[in-house]
Every structure is written in C-alpha cells, then in structure tokens.
C-alpha cells in the first residue's frame, strides 16, 4: 500500500489538502471520498486503507475551510457549501480521472459528501456512487428531542456564534471541525427549509445537475441515525430521479452492532459488516474484477 500527500486546486484555484491512498500493484478502480460537514479526511483513512487492500484508490481530501484546507484565519474567511460541490468535488473528481485515466471512477459520499454530487458539472464522469447516510437535514424529520435541539441549534447558536467569533467554533460546540461562516449560514438555512437545498434554486444554487445524474447510487441509511431518516432520506433521493437507486435499511443487529448511527459507518467496528457492503456493490459495477472477498 503506498499514501501520498498532495495539494489538489479547486476550480477557483483554492489549495485542497489531500491524501491518495493506493494499492501497491496497479488499481482495478478509483474512489474519490466526499467526507461529511466539519469532519476531516483522516476518519476515512481506515476505510480508504481497507479499499487499498482490496485493490482501490482512494482520494481523501478536506474542503476549503476544514482541517488540512483550513486558512489561517477563518474569521473574514468567504466559503460556503455552494463552493464545496461546485468548486471543490468536481476538482478532486477531475484530479483523480486524470490520475487514474481508464479506471472505473466511483464516488463514496458521506452525508453532504452525497447531497452534493449533483451540483457537480463533471458528475458524468462517474460510474457510481455509494452514499452513507445522505439525505435532507430538515430538523422536523428528526426524532422529537433531537430535532428541537437541531432547530436549537440553527436558529440561535449558530447565528450568536458565527456573529461573536466570525465562524462556528464547532470543535467547542463538540460538532466536528470548525466551520466557515457562511457554510454555517448555508446549511442552517438549507435545514430550516422542508426541501433543503431545492427550496433555493434559482436564489442560492446558480447551477444544478441532479435532472441529469445518472449514475448508478447504492443508498446506505441507518435505522439508528437521528438525522438521515425515513423521513429525510426520501426527500433527498427525489432530487436524484434520473437514476436508478438500490436503497437499504441497515439495523445495527443485522450487522452484529450495538449502534452505527451518522458517522459509526467509517469507524473500525465498520470493518467486518459494513464496509464489504459498499465494496461488494461498486465491484458489481465492475464485472471484470474478482469479488473482494477472494481478494481478502
């Protein structure tokens, strides 16, 4: 297995920290991995390792405003979500057609990392997608006590906070990486809206691909995730309706875990009954190739 650090250019020419992680011999295929809002790359370095041993390479890397693409100063810092899945995925999905040219290219998104793809002009390029945990953030579609913290959240802390410290001091709220501005502003008006993100077109999205997405989408929803629920996760796959979607319902038990939730997915309890799943399916797509478990 061999990892390299790299710096990808956004579209607009904003530096990305990245992370390649690749099998030794040549790949059979090419992930890229769109993370979650405020999580960083590295909690996906396990996943990404576990596709390398089974033949993938994977792109890891941070949006502009997060982590290793974090400026000095996100205090003043111009960045929202809108940038993420128009100037930041499409460019580490052109970086890694160009790096792996011939290869099937295949996407894992992880909540945003999911919601986003549409937004991408260069999503053609893709063979398919697995998405964890993708759907709306609308807080009435979360269970009772944790949606009224969400509307909580929304409406009063993120507007004081950003307001006092000129971003979302995350980490001190215990939500992951800290935030630009106006990804905080972004995602909570998308959160308060039934439609999320569609409720903007034409006001905040200038340009949208979703009637045009075709590529295959393996769906991954967690009956004990509080935010991509039943509720939620319908509503987000309205907006992929030119594609074909193969949707699953994950209990914890059917899996021999105690809870996955948003984020348990790319942890190591993933390792022996989530993580086949997602590669078993992308391998599907790639008939040429043996099955991961003769690789394993």
Not at 26 to 48: E, S, W
Not at 175 to 188: F, H, Q, S
Not at 235 to 253: C, H, N
Request: positive net charge; contains cysteine; hydrophobic residues 45%.
């Amino acid at each position: 297995m061999r990892e390299e650090t790299l710096t990808i250019p956004a579209l607009d020419g904003y530096p990305l920290d990245a992370l390649v992680v690749a099998p030794s011999a040549d790949p059979r295929a090419a992930i890229v991995l769109n993370g979650a809002t405020g999580v960083p790359k590295a909690f996906y370095r396990r996943f990404a390792r576990y596709a390398a041993e089974r033949g993938y390479a994977v792109l890891l890397y941070d949006y502009r405003g997060v982590a290793g693409s974090r400026p000095a100063s996100l205090r003043g810092f111009g960045a929202t979500m809108r940038d993420w899945g128009q100037q930041d995925m499409p460019a580490a999905l052109a970086w890694i057609h160009g790096r792996y040219a011939g290869l099937p290219l295949f996407a894992v998104g992880h909540s945003v990392g999911g919601q986003l793809l549409g937004l991408m002009p260069n999503h053609e390029l893709l063979s398919g997608a697995a998405l964890v945990a993708v759907s709306t953030g609308h807080w009435r579609g979360m269970p009772r006590g944790f949606g009224l913290y969400t509307l909580a959240m929304l409406r009063l802390v993120f507007p004081l906070t950003t307001g006092i410290w000129g971003y979302l001091p995350a980490r001190l709220l215990r939500m992951g990486e800290d935030l630009p501005a106006g990804v905080a502003r972004e995602w909570a008006a998308w959160c308060l809206h039934p439609r999320y993100l569609a409720g903007f077109y034409g006001r905040t999205v200038h340009q949208h691909y979703y009637d045009r997405f075709r590529a295959p989408l393996l769906w991954l929803t967690f009956a004990d995730d509080p935010i991509a629920t039943p509720r939620n996760v319908p509503t987000m796959q309205r907006f992929y309706g030119a594609t074909t979607i193969e949707d699953r319902l994950i209990r914890p038990a059917d899996v021999g875990l105690a809870s996955i939730g948003h984020l348990g997915f790319f942890r190591e309890q993933g390792r022996a009954g989530l993580w086949p799943i997602a590669l078993s399916w992308l391998e599907s797509l790639t008939p040429q190739a043996a099955p991961a478990e003769a690789r394993a």
